[in-house]
């Protein structure tokens, strides 16, 4: 059996909480003791880290789903009412007027004078 050291540095800390370093000293470094080893080594204690994770997991942690349980709630969701089928538009004049916004959008002259029509003809004149 493989104990784990009772201290735990700073730079596995985050790790062991499954984060990473940025977002331990932004939510858990403040909560915790920081002891000193050596002249510039910084540890944890693992009963701490451990107590953090629990009260994090009791504070913002969900219960699991049963099994069996399906991921949409049934309940929640009315069947549709309408009898259209996936991908068709429930508008009336869906085909009909969308249609003749087409047609009408195609048949429009472009404007000759216009930079965007110059600049495709290639007869756009220099301001040099």
Known sequence: MKTLPRFIRFR???????????????????????????????????????????????????PGRAKGASIWDA?????????TGSGESTSTSAGGEFAKALERLGSRKRNASSPAFQRRAGTHESTE
């Open 12 to 62: 596995d800390a985050p790790t062991y909480l499954g984060m990473d370093r940025n977002r331990f000293n932004a939510e858990v470094r403040g909560d915790l003791t920081e002891i000193p080893i050596g002249t510039q080594g910084v540890a944890f204690d693992r009963l701490e880290l451990d107590a953090w994770a629990e009260q994090h997991k009791s504070r913002n942690g969900r």
């Open 75 to 83: 309940k929640g969701r009315p069947a549709s009412s309408s009898d």
